[in-house]
């Protein structure tokens, strides 16, 4: 008979991620995913292009930023996932506010085309 791990009692395996413990294999998805994101952002310069200035972006090596892509990251210090963590919200903000930018003035151009056409 198979029975539930004394680890893992109490806990849904249903539960949403915010409800369940993070482990440290969550850390370091988080971690590199945050770091895949961004290289796929930039990727349209060039894998070594995007790699370098990642690194630039998130204050990491390279070879880092490299290993992260492979998914080849073993371990991740707090400091370390929590200044990528914050960058990566700061550049999703950045994007956001441009964007809303860019909504504000399409619809500034499409109520001139409409009002200036009458």
């Known amino acids: 008979m198979l029975g539930i791990s004394p680890k893992r009692a109490g806990i849904s395996p249903k539960a949403p991620p915010a409800e369940r413990p993070m482990?440290?294999?969550?850390?370091?998805?988080?971690?590199?995913?945050?770091?895949?994101?961004?290289?796929?952002?930039?990727?349209?310069?060039?894998?070594?292009?995007?790699?370098?200035?990642?690194?630039?972006?998130?204050?990491?090596?390279?070879?880092?930023?490299?290993?992260?892509?492979?998914?080849?990251?073993?371990?991740v210090s707090a400091d370390e996932w929590q200044a990528v963590r914050d960058r990566r919200v700061a550049a999703l903000r950045a994007r956001q506010a441009q964007i809303a930018h860019e909504i504000d003035l399409l619809a500034a151009r499409l109520d001139e085309g409409v009002g200036g056409g009458r």
Request: hydrophobic residues 35%; aromatic residues 10%; charged residues 30%.
């Open 23 to 75: 482990s440290g294999s969550t850390i370091h998805e988080q971690f590199q995913d945050m770091i895949c994101d961004e290289v796929q952002s930039r990727r349209g310069q060039g894998l070594k292009t995007a790699f370098i200035e990642v690194a630039r972006f998130f204050g990491l090596t390279e070879r880092r930023v490299r290993a992260a892509w492979h998914h080849e990251i073993r371990t």
